[in-house]
């Protein structure tokens, strides 16, 4: 065998792999995941069935310009095809418009800690990231954000609500914010959890974007939707941006199961959008509960809270998974815990008072 090996690009070396939240052991003690900020509830029969009707035909490739989903998104948020595109998640797409915009020598933004593809995939495309910190508060500081733009700069990724803490950012700073950026630097709005939000001051992405054409929105089908398992999301941005998504897309990438499902999932909505009213029912009374406990909760918007437990967080989730959930711990930094079914969020809250008395 030859001693050689390809050779691979030297950007690689050195690149954290994604990290996937931990699954429920099937024979252990844990049942409920709450480490991947999933939707608990199963699909719906009427998902269900348009994926299996689909499922009929998977020996052909699925419709690659997305025809039907486009159609029926353009419409639900009122917006032109030409400034859609699909991707394999919202994460295939996020990667795409890196690619789109930055490579070697050039600057990718987002405040940290934010969701953990961001600089895997800013390093895969050879740019540097540049990471901002989130205020004491756990929120994004835009300030920061914005006095760290340079000519390299090419893409900021603001993530509202941030993943893992649920901080949002409201309209007022965002505006000002957006007003700082040059035209010529995008600035993406990731809204995975944009559903989970109740607090009026934040703004739909989708209004800020339409008068600003270096203002790209990411949405999901992932969480609100319940469809993490087939991998679909989207952007909604000005032409040249949703033009540029469309080359650097997989060829496919988004399989017909996906489509189907996706504009099942759309016609679903008042349901779908019922059961997040539920978790959000839920959020609160998770959050309420860890604050009485004595916790400090930053304000979350999404579908899971955040725990700053700092040296004691690889502690804290190993008890979680003792008792039977799984939590998501970022080590030396905090827990990120879904909301998850009432039975695996109430034996989360008994950990954490259980956690709280001995600290
Ligand atoms: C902020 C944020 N953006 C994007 C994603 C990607 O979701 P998906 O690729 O499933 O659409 C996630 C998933 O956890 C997320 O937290």
Not at 94 to 104: E, Y
Not at 212 to 220: A, D, G, H, Q, Y
Not at 241 to 246: C, E, M, P, T
Request: charged content about 25%.
């Amino acid at each position: 065998m030859s001693e050689t090996s390809p050779k691979l690009r030297a950007e690689l070396e050195g690149i954290p792999t994604y990290k996937p939240g931990k699954p429920a052991s099937a024979d252990g003690p844990v049942a409920y995941k709450l480490s991947s900020n999933e939707n608990p509830y199963p699909p719906l029969p009427g998902v269900m069935e348009s994926v299996t009707a689909a499922a009929l035909n998977f020996n052909r490739y699925p419709d690659m310009a997305c025809t039907g989903l486009m159609n029926e998104l353009a419409e639900r948020f009122g917006v032109p095809v030409s400034h859609l595109a699909t991707g394999t998640g919202s994460v295939g797409v996020a990667q795409q418009l890196i690619q789109a915009t930055a490579g070697p020598g050039d600057e990718v933004m987002y405040a940290w800690r934010s969701f953990e593809a961001y600089p895997i995939i800013t390093r895969i495309s050879g740019a540097t990231p540049v990471q901002v910190p989130l205020t004491p508060g756990d929120v994004h500081d835009l300030d920061a954000m914005a006095d760290a733009i340079t000519d390299r700069t090419r893409l900021i990724f603001v993530c509202n609500p941030n993943n893992p803490t649920g901080t949002v950012v409201r309209r007022a700073e965002l505006e000002r914010f957006l007003d700082r950026v040059p035209g010529d630097v995008l600035v993406v709005l990731d809204e995975a959890y944009r559903e989970f939000i109740r607090d009026m001051d934040v703004p739909d992405g989708v209004q800020l974007y339409r008068d600003r054409p270096n203002v790209c929105v990411l949405r999901t089908f992932s969480k609100a939707y319940g469809l993490a398992g087939l991998r679909v999301g989207f952007a909604i941005a000005h032409e040249p941006v949703a033009a540029a998504l469309r080359k650097t897309a997989v060829p496919f990438g988004v399989s017909q199961l996906a489509q189907d499902a996706a504009i099942a999932s759309l016609r679903a909505e008042d349901e779908l959008l019922g059961r997040v009213g539920s978790l959000v029912g839920e959020r609160t009374r998770v959050a309420d509960t860890l604050r009485a406990q004595g916790w400090t909760v930053p304000e979350t918007q999404a579908n899971f809270v955040w725990l700053r437990l700092g040296e004691r967080t690889l502690d804290f989730a190993a008890a979680c998974d003792q008792a039977g959930v799984v939590v998501r711990p970022f080590a030396g930094e905090g827990v990120r815990i879904t909301i998850g079914e009432t039975e695996g969020n109430d034996i989360f809250l008994k950990v954490a008072e259980g956690f709280r008395k001995e600290l």
